[in-house]
């Protein structure tokens, strides 16, 4: 059973940059397709980045693009979202996921699940 467990959230002032870490135990993350979700007090969970298992290819909600990097580090097992020039907008617990198919924007794609991070973005 794959575990994962996210790391890194915290208080941040606007324009500012976090760096949010994903690392799963009891299963190879090289072997999953892996994203990022937010969610905010009283919205749905969104899509934010997707990472592909071979190769490595991303994909980026339109609302972070050019702000967030999603990276993967086999070797240690973990999986990064970069976050720089922070709005108040980026405030919600960040998810870490992971799937054994194509990586995409549902959650539906996705079995497992970390237990969230908390970001604050506020002055």
């Known amino acids: 059973q794959v575990q994962l467990v996210e790391s890194g959230g915290g208080l941040v002032q606007p324009g500012g940059s976090l760096r949010l870490s994903c690392t799963a135990s009891?299963?190879?993350?090289?072997?999953?397709?892996m994203a990022w979700f937010r969610q905010a007090p009283g919205k749905e969970r969104e899509f934010v980045a997707c990472i592909a298992r071979s190769i490595s290819s991303t994909y980026y909600a339109d609302s972070v693009k050019g702000r967030f990097t999603i990276s993967r580090d086999n070797a240690k097992n973990t999986m990064y979202l970069q976050m720089n020039s922070l709005k108040p907008e980026d405030t919600a617990v960040y998810y870490c996921a992971g799937g054994p198919s194509d990586a995409g924007i549902r959650t539906s794609q996705y079995n497992y699940w970390g237990q969230g991070t908390q970001v604050t973005v506020s002055s």
């Open positions: 009891g299963g190879t993350l090289s072997t999953y397709a």
